[in-house]
């Protein structure tokens, strides 16, 4: 086993653009110092919700990702704020990004460390009977079109490239294919 | 729809320690210059491997993972070398990271664009009937723990984020329900 045999040594933050670095240096397994830089504020949380309406369709966030540089169908979220509670924060992208708000059942799916060299956490919800109840609260840099797409088609998304967030669909799995098939 | 609106204006490379920082700015569907900072290089790609064995085992590099600072299960995988083919990327980092290569069935299952602010593109392979051949081929930074798991374990590491990779659990969903239950 060589769990626990890493101790971190040194750790600088950087600010670097509009996100943050943290250049972090360990001692390893073997005695010598292994240096890595990580990407993200150490702690941040992010939250993100698979919203199902009555019709059993689901609420997308289509929008511009700088990243890869193309379209894709994100499911809502955004990062935590500062003592928000993580289903607090779920709702209100899902609120602002979308204008749906729920009316149903939320089942807190779980979170996941989607990179090897990022420092935050996703968390992941699905929330059902969902309706549109106003417009879209967006922020200057946000454009999102909202769209609504099927299961099968948010399966197919998230096996394709098209969603970032597609753990959150493996999470989901048995409880998309149990009210799509009631 | 807004696809296609955006235009890129801008594009400045900086390397931030041991990783690559694209700072790219954007005209947006409202004119307005959206600027953003993005992860990795340029077109980049990964790839990783659900490597089985005979016997329905899951091949893992268990490593340490320097952003979430945990130790993790992680699938084998790594950069894509110039030139390479990523089927041949996979295995390669399969035999280095855990002396096992693949006598069996090798199938693609897809890409992932993990992250918003992510240049990099990850691609996944299963590969069938993986046999031990020899000891590991480690960088010097690399230190991975071989372990043997089962298919459940796979899927409820994936669920709960002790893997980056999960969305290739995803895409082998349906394969390996049905090799497990051959």
């Known amino acids: 086993m060589i769990t626990n045999k890493w101790e971190k040594i040194s750790e600088k933050v950087e600010k670097i653009g509009y996100k943050t670095v943290h250049h972090k240096s360990f001692k390893m397994p073997d005695g010598l110092v292994g240096e890595f830089t990580t990407w993200g504020k150490e702690g941040a949380h992010n939250a993100g919700v698979i919203a199902v309406t009555k019709n059993l369709q689901v609420v997308i966030a289509r929008q511009f990702r700088p990243g890869p540089e193309i ?50 956490t996703s968390h992941y919800f699905l929330a059902l009977d969902c309706e549109l109840s106003h417009g879209q609260e967006l922020d200057d840099s946000e454009h999102v079109e909202v769209v609504l797409i099927s299961v099968d088609e948010l399966l197919y998304n998230a096996k394709n490239a098209k969603m970032t967030d597609a753990v959150a669909v493996l999470m989901a799995y048995d409880e998309l294919k149990e009210v799509t098939h009631e």
């Open 71 to 120: 379209m894709m169908d994100e499911i809502p979220g955004g990062g935590v704020e500062n003592g928000e509670d993580l289903q607090d924060a779920a709702l209100r992208e899902l609120r602002e990004e979308t204008g749906y708000i729920t009316n149903g059942k939320i089942t807190y799916l779980g979170s996941a460390l989607r990179e090897a060299y990022s420092n935050e």
